[in-house]
T-cell receptor, first 111, second 113 residues
Framework: GQSLEQPSEVTAVEGAIVQINCTYQ??????LSWYQQHDGGAPTFLSY????GLEETGRFSSFLSRSDSYGYLLLQELQMKDSASYFC????????????FGQGTTLQVKP | EAGVTQSPTHLIKTRGQQATLRCSPI?????VYWYQQALGLGLQFLLWYDEGEERNRGNFPPRFSGRQFPNYSSELNVNALELEDSALYLC????????????FGAGTRLSVL
């Protein structure tokens, strides 16, 4: 089957660095994306990796290793507002628009 | 530029009734996706519409259906509602298949009593 695995919960303190891992098993691969969702809100796009390596966008970075079917989201200089759920997602087929999402990682940032 | 908008924000129905959820994509986006997010879970793909046609369907029963209008807005219809249909229904749009970036609305919270 097709699946994405990520930790269910992560806790960190303000100012720290946290890494959220995602491993995927899909029939095809057309890039790994990360979305942030605050409680009850709309998921918002954070980052996208189609090729191996690190993509940096401000305090957030995302990494992909296609040979390992693995990626991670790195959040630096954590702020209280970063407390949210983070989802990795894969498009497994270039001809369909659907994304396959992980179950989400709830990040709690403590003062 | 307006984002993806969904209505209503909340919807309360009873078992056996029908629910209609609406979505307006970002201007210029032709693809609309529907996802179901049960409480505390990830997003499950429901339907994809592009240029007025249903292009792909997730693993949901036929009582989940929808359509896309000429202005690219979309409706999701859920017939014969069951208690387990209670969830947040999210709509997303994107301008192209070339990217993994989808833009989401805030969702419709459907409660089936």
């Amino acid at each position: 089957g097709q699946s994405l695995e990520q930790p269910s919960e992560v806790t960190a303190v303000e100012g720290a660095i946290v890494q959220i891992n995602c491993t995927y098993q899909t029939s095809g691969f057309y890039g790994l994306s990360w979305y942030q969702q605050h409680d009850g809100g709309a998921p918002t796009f954070l980052s996208y990796n189609a090729l191996d390596g690190l993509e940096e966008t401000g305090r957030f970075s995302s990494f992909l290793s296609r040979s390992d079917s693995y990626g991670y989201l790195l959040l630096q200089e954590l702020q209280m507002k970063d407390s949210a759920s983070y989802f990795c997602a894969v498009r497994d087929n270039g001809n369909t628009g659907k994304l396959i999402f992980g179950q989400g990682t709830t990040l709690q940032v403590k003062p | 530029e307006a984002g993806v908008t969904q209505s209503p924000t909340h919807l309360i129905k009873t078992r056996g009734q029908q629910a209609t959820l609406r979505c307006s994509p970002i201007s210029g986006h032709t693809s609309v996706y529907w996802y179901q997010q049960a409480l505390g879970l990830g997003l499950q793909f429901l339907l994809w519409y592009d240029e007025g046609e249903e292009r792909n369907r997730g693993n949901f029963p036929p009582r989940f259906s929808g359509r896309q209008f000429p202005n690219y807005s979309s409706e999701l219809n859920v017939n014969a509602l069951e208690l387990e249909d209670s969830a947040l229904y999210l709509c997303a749009s994107d301008p192209s298949l070339a990217k993994n970036i989808q833009y989401f609305g805030a969702g419709t919270r459907l409660s089936v009593l």
